[in-house]
């Protein structure tokens, strides 16, 4: 069986979904055509019921549940690993003016909706791809901006300022890790498959856990540019063991994060089973 799949070209993805896509384990009999792209790009895809297994934002996946069901395997949740609101004008701590043209990556990202959570009043948004976000900062186009994935590692060094950890408040709010981003496939699927392809991601992040020293070429080809040390301190700060399965803590973080999706839009979801059992 021949499946479409879209992941990010960030490490923690391509760490999880390397020996699943290029024949180094027991794919059960599946088969994967994959892209890789932005995540708000996959949440677009997504939306369109493009693929048959993307990776999404949990804090859009509310939007998808109609034609999708999340996996147990796959997805990015943790504590201390949440978007980072950063400036170049404005120290750590500070409260930044309402008015100010905030960067962030993307509309139905999770890191937006955290945001919007901590920030309501802050409507000068501009959303661009998440790797635009530092240098916008820095050239001056924005005044500030939120950041994820590699970037938490080098913003300090070009200049920027922490001015919060958007997890932090989800963390003491909620006593749960923060559901970043998770893994969907076609609800139309029999749930045999659906747990086919959960045993495979997980078979896949075992075998990379087993075989990281050193990292694949599948990482590092994909990984822009960055240094090896920052490529591990991703891979290390995403993927846990959340990220092997979601679990009840897991289930329960994504479950809080949709209700609050659900009344920052009062979008009703109108499916009652979200995860496959």
């Known amino acids: 069986m021949k499946l479409t799949i879209g992941i990010s070209p960030c490490p923690n993805d391509t760490f999880i979904f390397d020996a699943m896509l290029n024949g180094k384990i027991d794919t059960e009999g599946l088969t994967f055509d994959y892209r890789l792209e932005d995540v708000e790009r996959l949440n677009t895809l ?11 934002s949990y804090g859009a996946v509310h939007k998808f549940l109609h034609n999708y069901i999340i996996l147990n395997s796959g997805g990015a949740l943790g504590k201390g690993v949440g978007p980072l ?8 701590d ?27 009043l802050h409507n000068n ?3 661009m791809p998440f790797e635009l976000i530092e240098e916008s900062i820095i050239n001056g186009a924005v005044d500030a901006g939120v950041i994820i994935h590699e970037n938490r590692f080098t913003y300090h060094e070009k200049g920027l300022n922490k ?17 970043l981003g998770g893994i969907v496939a076609r609800r139309e699927f029999d749930k045999s498959v659906l747990k086919t392809i959960d045993r495979v991601i997980g078979r896949s992040l075992d075998y990379a856990w087993a075989q990281e020293q050193p990292l694949p070429s599948f990482v590092i080809e994909h990984a822009q540019e960055m240094s090896d040390a920052v490529m591990r301190s991703h891979i290390n700060l995403y993927v846990n063991e959340y990220s092997s399965a979601l679990g009840l803590l897991g289930k329960s973080s994504v479950l809080k994060l949709i209700e609050a999706s659900i009344a920052n839009e009062e979008e009703a979801i109108k499916v009652t089973d979200f995860f496959v059992d």
């Open 94 to 120: 500070a409260t930044p003016p309402s008015e100010i043209g905030i960067a962030l990556p993307g509309i139905n990202t999770t890191a937006h909706l955290l945001f919007s959570m901590i920030y309501p």
């Open 85 to 92: 609101f950063v400036s170049k004008k404005f120290s750590e």
């Open 125 to 127: 948004k501009i959303f």
């Open 46 to 56: 997504a939306n369109s019921g493009s693929l048959d297994i993307s990776k999404v």
């Open 163 to 179: 001015i919060a950890d958007l997890g932090d408040a989800w963390e003491k709010n909620t006593g749960l890790p923060i559901p």
